[in-house]
């Protein structure tokens, strides 16, 4: 971050490629540097001209007789290479590349990419760009890009993927009087990335909200690790262009076809509590919404207005894209009586009537946030002769509660005023209803999406232990023959061995076996054709249902081994799969696909023979646990039903949850799968099964043993970092990874600490055991933090007794060590044992230094990092550990 901050605050800059043609981007970047009010040093380097502007020249950044802290590269593409490298050699900071025709050039542009790429390494260089339109700081009057506008200095860090869109931007925000903390376009992103700035603008105190516009993703894994760290305490809005799924035109199964890419960036972003918009004018309004108000804990919206026009308007857009009107209480409704004339609407929408003055406005308003059934107000004012908009204004904000307070004050220079007095008091206005309405529900996605991040899973309903040697043996096999097709038997042994119930089934090659075995199942049967090349069975006549008797058999199996060699006559023919019938009410889909960006997907929704045309589907990423398996489950339509609909039985939801929990594991733990495709999933109250299943692996991938979850963008749990350890009471203790669902633990553990214990952990005392609290100890991203719990096994439960953890920086090279042993367990080798064990998993990841802060009496601690060689260094009140790890 220090890097970065040099980068945003250069004392000394140097423009390479600065000159007198006002057409020129150099010349363009260096006019508004100097022209800007930034209070820095601007060397022109130009090896044709002895001054530019009036300013001196040099010939090359060599000749500068100053230390650089930043270089701006607008010259061609073929001199930057070597411009990089005379940078490095003369100790530049930073570089901002605005020089385009690199990767976007072809294959002498790529390499001259990567040559880039090498050099900013070997000489520990940030680089932002190649092809970008640059960065500006308004605070510090500072533009280092070609764009001739300064937006007003505010507190909105905007990241661009494209230059273009940037000016586009740029003019926008001038008119609209939108401010921003930084403005950045990142271009090809050969250094500095999406997730390097989120990093930054996460902890710089000057922003509140980051707004990214983005084509393209190179590095999804950090990308989300930087987006979970901060969604919680800064708003991260994203448009996303390019909704069209090319992709999945080559998809082998339904599901492929079904998770589009687009699905896909959807789901990421809501696993990482980001707000996703469509249009560039949302970007602003959402973050304009979020900064003034206060979250909907629900999609419940209150309507008051004026006209009934445009009450209906919003009335429509609001339950068209996902929110509900709130029903008001029959104490609301009795208030309103009360304060309104007796031609109001009673109900909501609330029409006031066009003769409403400020009191009226307000005593509604008062109303609905008194309701328990309202989440968010809108307030819709059309000017009239009797209407007061700058008054009724005042009204609103004098009323602003713990629910939000949306405004539209439609019209121009008659509610103008109202307009400036609902902006300076923080209620967000808007011209339209509609826009009001879609940034309420921005907020409650938003709402919604934090919430996902920090609610506390369900433990699992009980142990889980799949057959993992079995399943990596065949697929193992199944790579060494060449074969990347699994046929339907195959694929249900690999689901079988991970706890998914599966029809049971016999592999039979004559017409005699057919019959035979369909007899010995119990009819009726179905008979499905068994070959490595054929994916979709009925396409090619391959699957005969309702077989109720043996001959019956042995004819379907006749028939369908006929119709496959005349409509596939080069398909290898393993057999013909005979299975009982299962009747159950309801044919899901379950499956996955491995993105080329976000790697395994899981896929679940509607299924059978119409699932392409319902398409009523859904996505996550994996890790899931079981809220996020719920989640999945419950934004499908077909969850209604699921859950009991009009006097038919619910199914059991919790044990759906359970299978999806242990379908993702499946997919993590084997790298080796491309796609697999459940459908369907057949299942009524009594339970569920698998009727169909195919697998594809993946032939891109070496075969032999792959790094675990290298393919997954966000970390599962750390399974193997589990050992044990003997108090020195003799007690048993289990050393593991923390997990979300530790947090009633935790807090529990939290209650035996003394306060002298908490001083020194937490340099406080703790009065509040909250929620929020422990979500940011047990829920962490196991990329960034590694946090390993002493869980004692003991005949009340198991307790936890202490907790060890470093959270590393952005870039996973610097971390924080901190400790904690709950008093009971204090003096039995908990705390070395702990931090020895931490310490190695620091190393197994790279980390290269780790630091600690402690206050000077706690000398247990000073002592225990000593030891383990690092340096103290005493400071006022505390002290500083630091280990450098060679």
Same mark, same amino acid.
């Given at each position: 971050?220090?890097?970065?901050?040099?980068?945003?605050?250069?004392?000394?800059?140097? +423009?390479?490629?600065?000159?007198?043609?006002?057409?020129?981007?150099?010349?363009?970047?260096?006019?508004?540097?100097?022209?800007?009010?930034?209070?820095?040093?601007?060397?022109?380097?130009?090896?044709?001209?002895?001054?530019?502007?009036?300013?001196?020249?040099?010939?090359?950044?060599?000749?500068?007789?100053?230390?650089?802290?930043?270089?701006?590269?607008?010259?061609?593409?073929?001199?930057?290479?070597?411009?990089?490298?005379?940078?490095?050699?003369?100790?530049?900071?930073?570089?901002?590349?605005?020089?385009?025709?690199?990767?976007?050039?072809?294959?002498?542009?790529?390499?001259?990419?990567?040559?880039?790429?090498?050099?900013?390494?070997?000489?520990?260089?940030?680089?932002?760009?190649?092809?970008?339109?640059?960065?500006?700081?308004?605070?510090?009057?500072?533009?280092?890009? #070609?764009?001739?506008?300064?937006?007003?200095?505010?507190?909105?860090?905007?990241?661009?993927?494209?230059?273009?869109?940037?000016?586009?931007?740029?003019?926008?925000?001038?008119?609209?009087?939108?401010?921003?903390?930084?403005?950045?376009?990142?271009?090809?992103?050969?250094?500095?990335?999406?997730?390097?700035?989120?990093?930054?603008?996460?902890?710089?105190?000057?922003?509140?909200?980051?707004?990214?516009?983005?084509?393209?993703?190179?590095?999804?894994?950090?990308?989300?690790?930087?987006?979970?760290? #901060?969604?919680?305490?800064?708003?991260?809005?994203?448009?996303?262009?390019?909704?069209?799924?090319?992709?999945?035109?080559?998809?082998?199964?339904?599901?492929?076809?079904?998770?589009?890419?687009?699905?896909?960036?959807?789901?990421?972003?809501?696993?990482?509590?980001?707000?996703?918009?469509?249009?560039?004018?949302?970007?602003?309004?959402?973050?304009?919404?979020?900064?003034?108000?206060?979250?909907?804990?629900?999609?419940?919206?209150?309507?008051?207005?004026?006209?009934?026009?445009?009450?209906?308007?919003?009335?429509?857009?609001?339950?068209?894209?996902?929110?509900?009107?709130?029903?008001?209480?029959?104490?609301?409704?009795?208030?309103?009586?009360?304060?309104?004339?007796?031609?109001?609407?009673?109900?909501?929408?609330?029409?006031?009537?066009?003769?409403?003055?400020?009191?009226?406005?307000?005593?509604?308003?008062?109303?609905?946030?008194?309701?328990?059934?309202?989440?968010?107000?809108?307030?819709?004012?059309?000017?009239?002769?009797?209407?007061?908009?700058?008054?009724?204004?005042?009204?609103?904000?004098?009323?602003?509660?713990?629910?939000?307070?949306?405004?539209?004050?439609?019209? &121009?220079?008659?509610?103008?005023?109202?307009?400036?007095?609902?902006?300076?008091?923080?209620?967000?206005?808007?011209?339209?209803?509609?826009? *009001?309405?879609?940034?309420?529900?921005?907020?409650?996605?938003?709402?919604?999406?934090?919430?996902?991040?920090? %609610?506390?899973?369900?433990?699992?309903?009980?142990?889980?232990?799949?057959?993992?040697?079995?399943?990596?043996?065949?697929?193992?096999?199944?790579?060494?023959?060449?074969?990347?097709?699994?046929?339907?038997?195959?694929? @249900?042994?690999?689901?079988?061995?991970?706890?998914?119930?599966?029809?049971?089934?016999?592999?039979?090659?004559?017409?005699? %076996?057919?019959?035979?075995?369909?007899?010995?199942?119990?009819? =009726?049967?179905?008979?499905?054709?068994?070959?490595?090349?054929?994916?979709?069975?009925?396409?090619?006549?391959?699957?005969?249902?309702?077989?109720?008797?043996?001959?019956?058999? %042995?004819?379907?199996?006749? &028939?369908?081994?006929?119709?496959?060699?005349?409509?596939?006559?080069?398909?290898?023919?393993?057999?013909?799969?005979? %299975?009982?019938?299962?009747?159950?009410?309801?044919?899901?889909?379950?499956?996955?696909?491995?993105?080329?960006?976000?790697?395994?997907?899981?896929?679940?929704?509607?299924?059978?023979?119409?699932?392409?045309?319902?398409?009523?589907?859904?996505?996550?990423?994996?890790?899931?646990?079981?809220?996020?398996?719920?989640?999945? +489950?419950?934004?499908?339509?077909?969850? @209604?039903?699921?859950?009991?609909?009009?006097?038919?039985? *619910?199914?059991?939801?919790?044990?759906?949850?359970?299978?999806?929990?242990?379908?993702?594991?499946?997919?993590?733990?084997?790298?080796?799968?491309?796609?697999?495709? +459940?459908?369907?999933?057949?299942?009524?109250?009594?339970?569920?099964?698998?009727?169909?299943?195919?697998?594809?692996?993946?032939?891109?991938?070496?075969?032999?043993?792959?790094? =675990?979850?290298?393919?997954?963008?966000?970390?599962?749990?750390?399974?193997?970092?589990?050992?044990?350890?003997?108090?020195?009471?003799?007690?048993?203790?289990?050393?593991?990874? +923390?997990?979300?669902?530790?947090? =009633?633990?935790?807090?529990?553990?939290?209650?035996? #600490?003394?306060?002298?214990?908490?001083?020194?952990?937490?340099?406080?005392?703790?009065?509040?055991?909250?929620?929020?609290?422990?979500?940011?100890?047990?829920?962490?991203?196991?990329?960034?933090?590694?946090?390993?719990?002493?869980?004692?096994?003991?005949?009340?439960?198991? @307790?936890?007794?202490?907790?060890?953890?470093?959270?590393?920086?952005?870039?996973?090279?610097?971390?924080?060590?901190?400790?904690?042993?709950?008093?009971?367990?204090?003096?039995?080798?908990?705390?070395?044992?702990?931090?020895?064990?931490?310490?190695?998993?620091?190393?197994?990841?790279?980390?290269?230094?780790?630091?600690?802060?402690?206050?000077?009496?706690?000398?247990?601690?000073?002592?225990?990092?000593?030891?383990?060689?690092?340096?103290?260094?005493?400071?006022?009140?505390?002290?500083?550990?630091?280990?450098?790890?060679?």
């Amino acid at each position: 971050m220090e890097k970065l901050d040099s980068l945003f605050s250069p004392k000394t800059i140097a +423009i390479i490629g600065a000159g007198t043609d006002r057409t020129g981007v150099g010349h363009s970047i260096f006019t508004n540097l100097i022209g800007s009010g930034y209070e820095g040093i601007v060397y022109p380097v130009n090896t044709k001209r002895r001054s530019v502007q009036g300013v001196e020249a040099y010939p090359s950044i060599e000749k500068i007789p100053d230390r650089i802290d930043l270089a701006v590269i607008a010259t061609p593409a073929l001199t930057v290479p070597g411009l990089v490298e005379d940078c490095g050699r003369t100790g530049v900071r930073n570089l901002v590349i605005v020089s385009a025709g690199f990767k976007e050039a072809g294959g002498e542009g790529k390499a001259m990419y990567e040559t880039i790429a090498q050099t900013a390494r070997r000489y520990d260089m940030r680089v932002l760009g190649p092809n970008c339109l640059g960065f500006i700081k308004p605070s510090a009057h500072l533009n280092v890009s #070609f764009a001739d506008r300064m937006p007003l200095p505010g507190r909105i860090a905007f990241i661009s993927q494209s230059g273009a869109l940037c000016t586009s931007v740029l003019d926008w925000a001038v008119k609209q009087n939108v401010g921003f903390s930084h403005f950045v376009s990142i271009g090809e992103t050969v250094d500095i990335g999406f997730h390097d700035l989120i990093d930054y603008f996460g902890t710089h105190g000057g922003t509140s909200s980051i707004l990214i516009y983005m084509e393209s993703l190179t590095d999804a894994r950090k990308f989300l690790s930087a987006a979970r760290a #901060f969604a919680r305490t800064k708003p991260i809005i994203v448009l996303k262009a390019g909704k069209t799924s090319g992709g999945a035109k080559a998809a082998l199964s339904h599901t492929g076809s079904l998770a589009g890419d687009d699905m896909v960036f959807g789901a990421a972003f809501k696993r990482a509590g980001m707000v996703r918009v469509n249009e560039i004018g949302e970007l602003f309004d959402c973050a304009k919404t979020l900064s003034m108000q206060r979250l909907p804990l629900g999609n419940r919206l209150a309507i008051v207005t004026n006209a009934g026009g445009p009450g209906v308007i919003a009335t429509d857009y609001l339950l068209t894209n996902g929110g509900d009107l709130a029903a008001l209480s029959e104490d609301t409704i009795r208030g309103l009586d009360a304060s309104l004339p007796a031609a109001w609407s009673r109900g909501n929408p609330i029409d006031v009537l066009g003769d409403a003055g400020p009191d009226r406005f307000r005593d509604a308003v008062k109303l609905c946030l008194s309701d328990p059934g309202v989440d968010g107000i809108l307030v819709i004012l059309t000017p009239q002769t009797m209407t007061e908009p700058a008054e009724v204004a005042r009204e609103l904000v004098g009323l602003q509660d713990t629910k939000p307070i949306l405004a539209s004050w439609m019209g &121009e220079d008659a509610v103008q005023e109202g307009v400036e007095v609902l902006d300076k008091g923080s209620v967000p206005v808007y011209r339209t209803p509609e826009e *009001a309405v879609r940034s309420f529900l921005y907020m409650h996605q938003y709402s919604k999406n934090l919430k996902l991040l920090s %609610e506390t899973p369900a433990t699992i309903p009980h142990a889980f232990v799949p057959k993992t040697a079995a399943n990596r043996q065949l697929i193992q096999e199944l790579r060494a023959n060449h074969r990347t097709i699994l046929m339907e038997h195959e694929s @249900k042994q690999l689901l079988a061995n991970y706890g998914i119930p599966v029809t049971k089934d016999r592999l039979v090659h004559s017409a005699n %076996e057919a019959g035979r075995a369909a007899a010995e199942l119990g009819f =009726p049967v179905v008979l499905k054709i068994a070959s490595p090349d054929i994916m979709h069975k009925t396409d090619v006549g391959g699957v005969k249902l309702s077989i109720e008797n043996k001959s019956d058999a %042995e004819r379907a199996y006749t &028939e369908i081994v006929n119709s496959v060699q005349q409509k596939a006559p080069k398909a290898n023919i393993a057999g013909v799969l005979v %299975e009982r019938m299962e009747h159950k009410q309801y044919e899901l889909l379950i499956g996955s696909k491995k993105d080329p960006i976000f790697g395994p997907v899981i896929v679940f929704g509607m299924g059978g023979v119409a699932v392409e045309v319902y398409k009523d589907t859904n996505v996550a990423l994996p890790p899931l646990n079981m809220g996020l398996s719920l989640r999945l +489950i419950e934004e499908t339509k077909i969850y @209604k039903l699921l859950k009991g609909y009009r006097g038919m039985k *619910a199914v059991d939801v919790s044990a759906i949850q359970f299978l999806l929990y242990k379908f993702a594991y499946l997919v993590m733990d084997f790298p080796d799968i491309k796609e697999v495709d +459940i459908n369907p999933f057949v299942v009524d109250e009594s339970g569920g099964v698998v009727l169909d299943a195919k697998i594809v692996l993946d032939d891109a991938l070496p075969i032999g043993p792959l790094k =675990p979850y290298s393919h997954m963008v966000i970390s599962p749990y750390p399974k193997e970092y589990v050992s044990s350890f003997s108090l020195k009471d003799g007690s048993r203790v289990v050393l593991r990874p +923390i997990r979300p669902e530790d947090e =009633p633990m935790e807090a529990e553990m939290f209650t035996k #600490f003394s306060e002298r214990t908490q001083q020194y952990r937490f340099f406080q005392l703790i009065k509040d055991i909250s929620h929020e609290l422990m979500i940011r100890f047990t829920q962490i991203d196991y990329d960034r933090e590694i946090a390993i719990v002493g869980e004692l096994r003991s005949p009340e439960g198991p @307790k936890m007794v202490g907790v060890a953890r470093i959270i590393a920086d952005g870039y996973n090279e610097t971390a924080e060590f901190a400790i904690v042993v709950a008093d009971p367990w204090q003096y039995q080798g908990l705390g070395s044992k702990l931090t020895d064990f931490v310490l190695k998993l620091a190393r197994k990841r790279g980390l290269k230094k780790i630091f600690a802060e402690m206050l000077n009496e706690n000398t247990a601690m000073i002592h225990i990092l000593e030891k383990r060689g690092f340096k103290i260094t005493q400071r006022e009140g505390n002290c500083h550990a630091e280990l450098v790890i060679t």
